[in-house]
């Protein structure tokens, strides 16, 4: 049985990772489509912009179309030297192994902090953790964007989870424990949601001002907007 932290330090990274996209059926390449015009539509041309779990540079090569500057890290090196071939000839973009619950980065550095595709889930870390640390790198008057999915969306994500497993990328999928937002693989991954409630639970008392919105009926964003330095 493969333990979760290695699935994507290994089994789902570089050109792996980038199947897992390639595969993806027509709705949910839709849902990706909106998710990433929803984040653009907050990122400015004069902002520095970090993706946490950038992968491959999918995302992290829109964002440097829009961003004066983009960061990308990851905790994958196979990942990130994928994404630097992938990446290549992109000028404002720059790529660091780093855990997104310990960023090297000074205080209020960054306008907009960027974790989307599920990762506050994919990660498999510290939820509040990782929020906590998010705000601590942004800015005042800057935002955090998480995603997660929508239950409207679960027959849609199951099926691209089908389609996975069927190419080998994730295990056989285990139906008896495949439920309310869990997808549970027989060789222990496990993809998890974060509903609204769990959102507000995990931000409060962060002193941050926290805006839930549905996307697509796909993605479940959590945008967290700092008062001020948040330790």
């Keep these: 049985m493969l ?3 290695e699935y994507y330090l290994n089994r789902l990274s570089g050109l792996r990772l980038k199947e897992v996209y390639d ?3 027509p709705r949910v390449k839709k849902y990706l489509d909106a998710e990433l015009t929803h984040v653009l539509q907050e990122i400015r041309h004069d902002h520095l912009v970090i993706e946490l779990g950038c992968g491959y540079g999918r995302t992290l090569a829109q964002l440097a179309k829009t961003a004066k ?3 990308g890290i990851d905790i994958s090196a196979s990942s990130l030297e994928f994404a630097r071939n ?3 000839g992109i000028s404002n973009i720059s790529l660091s192994m780093m855990n997104a619950v310990s960023l090297g980065y000074r205080d209020q550095t960054f306008d907009r902090v960027v974790c989307i595709q599920n990762g506050i889930s994919a990660f498999h870390v510290d939820q509040r953790a990782l929020i906590s640390e998010s705000i601590r790198v942004t800015r005042p008057g800057g935002m955090v964007l998480f995603s997660s999915y929508s239950d409207k969306f679960w027959r849609d994500r199951v099926r691209w989870f089908e389609l ?3 190419a080998g990328l994730v295990g056989e999928i285990d139906y008896e ?3 309310e937002g869990v997808i549970v693989c027989k060789d222990g991954f496990t993809a998890t949601t974060v509903r609204p409630e ?3 639970r995990l931000t409060r008392d ?3 001002q926290v805006r839930i919105v549905e996307v697509d009926e796909s993605s479940l964003f959590c945008e967290v907007m700092p008062r001020k330095h948040v330790r």
């Design 3 to 5: 333990l979760l932290s």
């Design 23 to 25: 595969i993806a059926p």
């Design 198 to 200: 769990d959102f507000l």
């Design 177 to 179: 424990r495949t439920k």
């Design 86 to 88: 992938f990446l290549h």
């Design 206 to 208: 962060l002193n941050s």
């Design 164 to 166: 996975q497993s069927q």
């Design 69 to 71: 500057w983009a960061v």
